[in-house]
């Protein structure tokens, strides 16, 4: 029961981390970094971006009750 959790593991924790990577704002990878373009207030989601947003907290609910089965389970 061990290798199935953690090849799940695996798989939601690369899916989430692509999926917060690609929420970066201010196209390009600065946003990585720590550089702020001066983008600071309110912000409407639309579109594929909160398509997005949608998608990375479903898979860090996926990614979290995963972690607890495997805590149960395995030990």
Known sequence: MR?????AMIIISIALIAAI???SKEAGLGGLTGQDFGGSGFHVRRG???LLFNV?????AVFFILAVV???LVG
């Open 56 to 60: 990375t907290i479903g898979l860090s």
């Open 21 to 23: 990577l690609l929420q």
């Open 3 to 7: 290798e199935p959790l953690s090849l």
């Open 70 to 72: 495997t805590v149960i």
């Open 48 to 50: 594929i971006e909160r």
